[in-house]
């Protein structure tokens, strides 16, 4: 998500090239044939409070606006929500899906403009979408080109909170890309979960969304170093570590060792977003099914600086109350109680996120 502190500092004028602001249409399909559909809680929430979630995919190469349409089409058969509205029924807030016509808006920007977060935040306030907007389409894409096509694209989408959390998003994203694939008869790449590019350092600074309060970098990993770390833990653990483990522990071990808060309780707090997708949701749940949970890991095992150690503190902890929430989910515990206090790490799992990363639209790994 975009940085909160950025501010417009462009017009349209000065960013997005003259005769350059293309729209290309998609209608709903069945329009007429679905009646409004009242929004659960968590998504009824979620559109009144919640930002919508907003992404950016840079591809070496340019995507062909009309595929992308016509492709759309395709990935909204199959979730004919995203191209629905929110309107009130009797003082209740519903989805009316299949109602509202979706465009694709091509603009022409610098090439600098194709890979800068801040040139993306000045586009999406430019074009916005907000919380809390009714009878306003849920979905938002917007493709950025240069003049020179070898010069490639980005495509700036953006999903309703009310649709779903990050996992449903991923859900649609791929089934539009696999719907343009078909389309633009290409073969779907191969992700390699290992890859980055090959970079002479493996930290760099992001300046574009760092300021006086928010540091933001970046860690390149070596390729198989996670899966070495993993297969070194469990061959001397009963507890099986997986790779988000390895990642969280990392992590926190970052947050404390630069932390300079006083210590006033014998563990760490870890707030965790969790999928509880197969764990008392079904497998290909369309919604806000994401849930929060705390994880605490003992100061003596962070500061034992032993990566292993608090990898299994995390996959121990993580694992009973995975097992809590399915209980809750399932109806046979009440609702869990959240821990007070500032956490010392908020963590969204890589393995939430792998999804997103995987709408390739037909292009190798960027």
């Avoid at 040139?119 to 809390?132: E, H, M, V, Y």
């Avoid at 849920?138 to 096509?149: A, E, G, N």
């Avoid at 849930?291 to 993580?318: C, E, F």
């Amino acid at each position: 998500r975009f940085h909160r502190s950025l501010r417009p500092t462009h017009t349209m004028s000065s960013l997005i090239m003259p005769g350059t602001n293309r729209l290309y249409t998609c209608p709903p399909p069945f329009p007429g044939h679905y009646p409004p559909i009242p929004l659960p809680r968590e998504d009824a929430t979620a559109f009144q409070t919640f930002a919508p979630i907003k992404l950016v995919y840079h591809f070496a190469v340019m995507l062909d606006p009309k595929m992308l349409v016509q492709s759309l089409e395709g990935a909204f058969c199959e979730y004919p929500g995203v191209c629905g509205k929110v309107v009130m029924v009797g003082g209740v807030h519903c989805l009316h899906p299949s109602t509202m016509e979706i465009t694709v808006r091509a603009l022409g920007v610098s090439k600098a403009t194709l890979s800068s977060v801040e040139g993306w935040s000045q586009l999406a306030q430019l074009f916005p979408t907000r919380a809390n907007v009714l009878d306003a389409p849920l979905f938002q894409c917007i493709l950025m080109h240069t003049s020179d096509p070898t010069d490639g694209c980005s495509l700036m989408v953006t999903f309703n909170h009310c649709l779903g959390d990050a996992t449903s998003f991923a859900l649609f994203l791929a089934a539009w890309s696999q719907a343009f694939c078909r389309v633009a008869g290409l073969t779907p790449p191969t992700t390699d979960a290992n890859s980055h590019p090959a970079a002479a350092q493996l930290e760099e600074e992001l300046p574009d969304i760092s300021d006086a309060r928010v540091q933001a970098r970046r860690y390149w990993l070596p390729p198989g170093g996670l899966e070495q770390a993993r297969r070194v833990i469990n061959a001397v653990s009963a507890v099986r570590v997986s790779t988000n483990d390895i990642l969280m522990a990392l992590t926190v071990f970052a947050a404390a060792l630069r932390g300079t808060e006083p210590r006033t309780d014998t563990a760490a707090l870890i707030r965790v977003m969790v999928d509880p997708r197969g764990r008392g949701l079904p497998p290909d749940f369309f919604g806000n099914g994401a849930k929060g949970v705390d994880v605490t890991i003992p100061w003596a095992a962070l500061d034992s600086r032993d990566l292993g150690v608090v990898a299994i503190h995390i996959r121990q902890d993580l694992g009973r109350q995975l097992h809590k929430l399915q209980r809750q989910l399932e109806g046979l515990e009440p609702a869990g109680y959240r821990a007070p206090g500032p956490p010392l790490l908020d963590w969204n799992s890589w393995a939430r996120m792998q999804g997103l990363v995987g709408a390739l639209f037909g292009q190798a790994p960027q």
